[in-house]
């Protein structure tokens, strides 16, 4: 293991040690050395959306300059990206014209693929039982059935309704609450391996 | 900080990265050669076939570049023999190519290869085949160069003869039965009986080839011997082809490297005393043109034909400092004078194999101006100890050739030997004293091993240092066979054309999906077109409602409230309407200073798109008069997710200098607009940790406004009290509006549509699910009793 | 006025050219979906370098109290631009540990504190029966407290990944944990149901804005 890797292990295994122990030790020194990382992780996840962004034009560019099929739409979304930037850098991305823009562009593309999905969903629960037709599809298929018709029950019927979610709520939180534990311990397990050094996504490996 | 140098590209890279920075390459420690091992011998010759085309084209453009790279060494002036240099590069031309052993594809390049076919790998049967059918002439094209010197006059009578002897014969030469050996007891006979050879039979295979040129004097090429492909050229045409292509002078050219075998008889020679070096040359006769009758070797232009390459076969009118080089061929004569040979014998009559006397003919011309002094016993030794090149065989050929040409054996006798064969003569005191000091730094710049520094052994080629030869073939166990095999297979199974789902199917999907949307559409815009507000909306209270209203009428007068803005524009619509009951009711009783802060870059936008629609920034009586930067404030993106979240509520101010409240707890309520429950949950979580350690916050309320998709995940938290209340889609939304009295907003607009919604879905999802059920067990039992 | 019409124009557009993608992909949505892309982007470029890096990273740098706090934030951004270049991409990687470590610890806490003590507790208190009260409620309640805490331990072990080899060489669960694990499937089933028609109802909400939207554009242009 070369000095780096060690130095790079050292750096990401110090910083989140001193943040989690801030989180025992409630020690001065400890919080104000833990505000000052928190600080700097947020400017340096707001430089890494800027890196991002720019990774995104160079992979369009490149699109562009070999000539692939969907350059000209790469070159479109440079040009556009580049334009908001620029009006967003001059003006600030509270002014009206920025705001116009997210409100005519950015909203209705993103809503409407959203909302694409409304006849994917539809399509994918009809076509579910001829593909499989086991037991916990129909169950699948029936507690939606019933979570959607309890919501529409509220509404002629809210004592039929609240009683419908009531019930599958009762089954649903349980399973819920396994699946909030389940992620719960994935992320400690994920995040104690970060800090004891057996995993570097941070390019130490 | 170590550096590792890329095997490939041969710069140094930091030793923590694990692939070349320059060139990609895996700097694996796999990959490199360690100190210790000892380089293994590859014959790239087997996997030429195998491999990709980009990578048979690179090398194939390397060896171009190597060929003329050789050959313009060729056509330098030779060095002396006291020139290290010289001497070095002649090493190095060998070691540079990628196998002591020449390669069958590379013999294949070579025109002087193709001519002689009897490679070191031919059993010796397949040798003395060769001297019994006596083929194996020239190119086509050697004879089709034929200079107009007149020699095709005095020759035409014998080609026609040979023409009439070779035909049948070419076409078998390569099957002869090992048994064929027999036939050539007798011919070889001569060779056995004289002691130097006796000692090892397998080196007179240099005799032999010369023999067997002999009794090819003067025949031409004919096409059907020039297009029979040796055993191990049948696998590697493309290779024969791009030896082909590239001309004349690279295959010309690629003879050196080839005859990399055959320089074990250099190693031998290499002990011979070096006598003087003697400038006979300039005082010679002028060149017959029928010298330049040299076998092969005459059909090659003179343009396109290295310098060595002419130097052997013409006179040179430059002192020759590799005439003593050709000392052994006057130990030939020698020897053959034991037997009382004539020396003036025309050669035609030597070339009768009935005569016995079957090197006689071709030896003369070497021996009949010998003026170095006869070769000692265990010179002797050592000469017939090697193997004869293969371009001195054709030297002897061409010597053979005619009359007139052993008549000019002084001229001949110091004839120039390639700069690379004279290189390699004293190889035995030149590579104990300066290779070994070079040997650290030889670095292998093309071919697969490039990048490989001492890869291949300097130990003079062809001596007994020689590493022995380690067979290649993969040593791999069962295991690995079957994971090979299993790999091939699903490699196969992925070039096999999967066939095409019927069209009407597709058609249907398509079809089927095209109508759900323009159900959709046509519904959902009819409700929404003619403003529907026919569907009741619920008065009762769900449990995870109740706790809002009261949340809301705790909060202090004109007091702060954070409102995270946690969603994107996708879902903008519905969290807009879900949460405008409650923003709304807010500000009509409380009148809080809403600070908006938003996890999502776009979610500034979004806060104040919010405003506007809810209409609490519309001057009154449309709106509540809401006016930024007075009563809300915009506060901007937090970035750094989890990290982000706790340096904000630890240090409001450190975090966002902006921020018109210092402490996070000055906040009355906090709001959280959410549609992933993933960040709603960083922020329950890390306002959980805070409410612990900080009594003041302990009695600040969490509201969630989620999404209809992040409602179902963030009840837990409801029901375990870290949220005081949440709102779940529009029909919890439509529920708090409507009971609290307040104005109607988006979520009345949307109500009935949502009604409709849900009762399409309902409908679709029940009818096709049954027609599918059924349409499936149809379809599985007809599968079923096709079997 | 003017440009509340070209806002709406555009979006209409936009909108109708999503929805072509119903029919098939097609050069309009995808237009569309590159030109939302690059203006989402800018707009975010512009967010992060007006809200983040100016006000925190560059404008502190004139008071000399704060450059020596800000000097190695300084120093990791820019050493995260490396990453666009192989040979020298290693000096981002100290930057990318912080952010990785401190990212990584605040998930710890979070999780251990915010998720899983206060969720055991939670279960835990469900079978508190001073808290609950008495009567049908408490029946109701110790009967909702029960169903959840199976469902959150048959949850759990269905994705309790645990197995054993079996004396003829095949992995194994354990048989407790495989039947516990097939009736956790069943409450999995039941919660991915719920999941399920909220994210139908989400999307039906974001389609009723859309059609909402372009009809209320409509309806303005026709007066």
């Not at chain 2, 524009?569 to 923003?583: F, H, N, Q, T």
């Not at chain 3, 502190?60 to 631009?81: A, T």
């Not at chain 3, 994210?199 to 974001?206: E, G, I, K, Q, R």
Request: charged residues 20%.
């Amino acid at each position: 293991m070369s000095v780096l890797r060690v130095l790079t292990a050292a750096f990401a295994i110090a910083s989140g040690i001193i943040v989690l122990l801030g989180y025992f030790l409630p020690v001065p020194t400890l919080m104000q050395l833990r505000s000052l990382l928190t600080d700097w992780a947020i400017i340096l996840a707001g430089t890494a959306v800027l890196v991002g962004i720019l990774n995104l034009v160079a992979v369009q560019m490149e699109k562009v300059r070999t000539g692939q099929k969907s350059g000209i739409y790469g070159a479109l979304l440079v040009l556009a990206l580049i334009v908001t930037f620029g009006f967003g850098l001059l003006l600030g991305p509270d002014d009206p014209l920025i705001q116009w823009t997210v409100d005519a562009i950015i909203v209705p593309v993103e809503a409407s693929l959203m909302s694409l999905l409304t006849v994917t969903l539809i399509y994918a629960s009809i076509r579910l039982l001829r593909r499989r037709a086991d037991v916990m599809s129909v169950l699948f298929l029936l507690v939606a059935l019933l979570f959607l018709s309890a919501v529409l029950f509220t509404a002629f019927s809210p004592a039929l309704g609240d009683g419908l979610m009531d019930l599958v709520g009762m089954f649903s939180r349980g399973g819920t609450r396994g699946l909030l534990l389940g992620i719960a311990l994935g992320t400690l397990l994920t995040g104690m391996r970060v800090l004891f050094g057996i995993d570097r996504p941070y390019g130490g490996n | 900080m170590a550096d590792i140098r890329c095997p490939n590209c041969g710069k140094n890279n930091p030793d923590f990265l694990d692939a070349c920075q320059f060139c990609g390459t895996s700097l694996e420690s796999e990959s490199s050669l360690r100190i210790g091992e000892s380089p293994k011998k590859i014959r790239t010759s087997e996997l030429e076939p195998i491999l990709p085309q980009w990578l048979k084209e690179v090398r194939q453009q390397n060896r171009e570049t190597t060929e003329e790279e050789a050959a313009e060494a060729a056509t330098q002036p030779q060095v002396r023999k006291d020139e290290a240099p010289d001497l070095l590069s002649g090493l190095f031309q060998a070691e540079t190519s990628e196998e002591e052993e020449i390669p069958d594809w590379l013999s294949a390049i070579s025109p002087l290869r193709e001519s002689s076919p009897v490679s070191k790998k031919e059993s010796p049967a397949d040798f003395f085949a060769q001297f019994e059918k006596a083929s194996e002439p020239a190119p086509e094209e050697t004879a089709e160069r034929e200079d107009s010197s007149g020699m095709e006059e005095t020759q035409e009578p014998v080609q026609e003869d040979w023409f009439s002897q070779i035909l049948p014969q070419s076409e078998t030469l390569f099957q002869e039965a090992p048994g064929e050996e027999a036939k050539f007891g007798a011919a070889v006979a001569p060779f056995e009986a004289e002691p130097p050879t006796s000692s090892e039979a397998e080196d007179l295979s240099w005799l032999r080839e010369l023999e067997a040129f002999a009794k090819q004097v003067e025949q031409p090429v004919t096409e059907a011997s020039v297009a029979e492909p040796s055993a191990p050229q049948e696998d590697l045409d493309w290779l024969k082809n791009l030896a082909e292509a590239s001309g004349v002078q690279q295959e010309t050219s690629a003879t050196p490297p080839s005859a990399e075998e055959d320089l074990s008889w250099l190693d031998k020679l290499g002990s011979v005393p070096e006598p003087p070096v003697e400038s006979a040359t300039e005082s010679s006769p002028p060149v017959s043109p029928f010298t330049r009758r040299t076998g092969p070797l005459a059909g090659i232009e003179d343009n396109v034909m290295p310098d060595w390459l002419k130097s052997a076969l013409e006179e040179t009118s430059k002192p020759s400092p590799s005439a003593p080089s050709l000392d052994w061929l006057n130990l030939q004569e020698e020897t053959k004078s034991q037997e009382d040979v004539q020396v003036s014998r025309p050669v035609d009559e030597s070339l009768d194999l009935s005569q016995g006397e079957p090197a006689s003919a071709k030896l003369e011309a070497f021996s009949a101006e010998s003026k170095t002094p006869p070769f000692t016993g265990p010179d002797v030794d050592s000469l017939f100890n090697i193997e004869l090149p293969d371009w001195l065989s054709q030297t002897g050929e061409s010597v053979a050739e005619t009359p007139e040409s052993t008549q000019t054996a002084e001229v001949l006798t110091p004839v120039e030997l390639p700069s690379w064969v004279q290189a390699m003569r004293p190889v035995e005191t030149v590579l104990e004293s300066s290779l070994a000091a070079e040997a650290e730094q030889i670095v292998e710049k093309e071919g697969p091993l490039a990048g490989f520094r001492n890869v291949i052994p300097l130990a003079p080629i062809g001596s007994s240092r020689r590493p022995k030869p380690i067979s290649l073939k993969l040593q791999a166990t069962e295991e690995q066979q079957a994971g090979a095999a299993l790999l091939e297979r699903l490699i196969a199974g992925e070039t096999v054309p999967q066939a095409i789902k019927a069209v009407p199917f597709l058609t249907s999907q398509r079809m089927l999906r095209l109508a759900l949307t323009a159900i959709f559409l046509l519904v959902l815009g009819a409700v929404l077109g003619v403003g529907s507000r026919l569907l009741p909306v619920s008065a009762l209270f769900p449990v995870h409602l109740t706790g809002i209203s009261n949340v809301v009428a705790s909060i202090p007068e004109n007091s702060p409230v954070l409102v995270v803005i946690d969603y994107e524009p996708s879902l903008a619509g519905e969290m807009e309407a879900a949460a405008g009951p409650l923003l709304d009711q807010m500000a009509l009783a409380r009148h809080p200073i809403f600070t908006f802060l938003s996890t999502s870059p776009n979610g500034t936008a979004l806060a104040e798109r919010l405003m506007r629609n809810i209409g609490i920034n519309k001057p009154i009586p449309d709106g509540l008069g809401y006016q930024l930067g007075t009563n809300y404030f915009n506060i901007g993106y937090l970035p750094g997710g989890s990290a982000g979240v706790l340096g904000f509520l630890e240090d409001v101010r450190g975090v966002m200098p902006w921020a018109q409240v210092a402490d996070f707890s000055n906040f009355a309520a906090v709001v959280l607009l959410t549609d992933h429950p993933e960040s709603g949950r960083v922020w329950v979580e890390q306002l959980e940790w805070l409410k612990q350690n900080r009594p003041s916050l302990a009695n600040q309320p969490l509201l969630v406004v989620a999404s209809a998709q992040a409602g179902p995940l963030m009840q837990p938290y409801v029901s375990a009290g870290q949220v005081e209340g949440m709102i779940s889609g529009i029909s919890d939304a439509a529920r708090y509006e409507f009971v609290n009295s307040s104005r109607p907003g988006i979520v009345r607009a949307y109500w009935d549509a949502f009604g409709a919604g849900l009762m399409m879905a309902i409908v679709l999802i029940t009818m096709g699910g049954f027609w599918n059920l059924i349409a499936g067990f149809r379809a599985r039992g007809a599968e079923e009793e096709q079997g | 006025m003017i440009i509340e019409v070209i806002s709406g124009l555009i979006g209409f557009f936009l909108t109708i050219m999503i929805f072509s993608y119903l029919i098939g992909d097609n050069p309009l949505f995808r237009i569309a979906v590159y030109l939302f892309i690059g203006v989402a982007s800018g707009y975010a470029a512009a967010v992060v370098w007006h809200g983040v890096l100016m006000p925190k990273l560059f404008t502190p740098l004139g008071d000399p109290n704060q450059l020596v706090l800000l000097i190695v934030p300084l120093i990791f951004s820019f050493s995260l631009l490396t990453k666009f270049s192989p040979r020298i991409s290693w000096m981002g990687n100290f930057a990318m540990a912080v952010l990785v470590g401190v990212g990584a610890a605040t998930a710890v806490g979070g999780a251990m504190l915010g998720t899983l003590i206060p969720q055991a507790r939670a279960a835990m208190d469900a079978f508190n029966i001073r808290a609950i009260g008495g009567g049908a409620n408490a029946l109701f309640a110790l009967m909702e407290g029960t169903i959840m805490l199976i469902g959150t331990v048959l949850t759990l072990a269905y994705f309790h990944y645990g197995a054993k080899r079996a004396s003829d060489g095949t992995i194994k669960r354990n048989s407790v944990l495989e039947g516990l694990a097939w009736l956790g499937r069943i409450f999995i089933a039941i919660t991915f149901g719920v999941l399920f028609a909220g994210v139908y109802m989400a999307a039906l909400t974001a389609m009723i804005e859309r059609l909402s939207s372009l009809i209320n554009f409509v309806k303005g242009l026709l007066g």
